[in-house]
């Protein structure tokens, strides 16, 4: 079935990023209203919502939750792309980002966002690496002493990356 999905990124393109995946994403985003004729022969253009995935059109609640901003840089023309949405999420977010990883400007930052599934209380971490992207989870731990009256938090993360 998929958990409802908000997801949070902000990524830069590199400059030499061809025009028709830079069309793709406005698409995705639902800043183009045509779909591309050509799509590129990879497993996310397979997948139920590639389509919508950075829009706010599967939102349950209706509120508007989309900010998807595109923005030339001045200094080299490259592209930043900022994107918050909500969708149920059925792997396109890893199939995404397999599929964009060629195009990331990998001297921007490394930090690109985060996932936040509704089955869990606490986000997943999406890096940028030499490796490919990461996907880190926080885990915490609560350790309880009645006696003593006291909570103790054990935080964590640990990498959830999956290969395609």
């Keep these: 079935m998929g958990d409802f999905t908000e997801l949070n990124i902000r990524l830069k393109l ?7 995946i830079v069309e793709i994403l406005k698409y995705m985003a639902s800043l183009r209203s045509q779909e591309p ?3 590129p ?17 599967n939102d349950p609640s209706g509120a508007p939750v989309k900010v998807s901003i595109f ?15 909500v969708y149920k999420d059925r792997g396109e977010a890893e199939l995404f980002f397999d ?40 885990n915490r731990e609560e350790v309880e002493n009645i006696g003593r009256r006291e909570i103790t938090f054990s935080w964590g993360i640990a990498d959830v990356s999956q290969k395609l």
């Design 41 to 57: 022969e990879h497993s996310l253009f397979k997948a139920l919502q590639w389509d919508t995935m950075l829009s706010s059109y």
């Design 37 to 39: 004729t050509v799509l």
């Design 71 to 85: 923005e030339k840089d001045k200094s080299d023309e490259s592209l930043f792309m900022f994107v918050r949405s």
């Design 99 to 138: 599929w964009i990883y060629p195009y990331i400007d990998a001297l921007w930052i490394e930090f690109l966002g985060y996932i936040k599934y509704d089955s869990n209380d606490h986000p997943q971490l999406i890096y940028y690496t030499d490796e490919g992207i990461r996907f880190m989870a926080i």
């Design 14 to 20: 590199k400059v030499d990023t061809p025009e028709n």
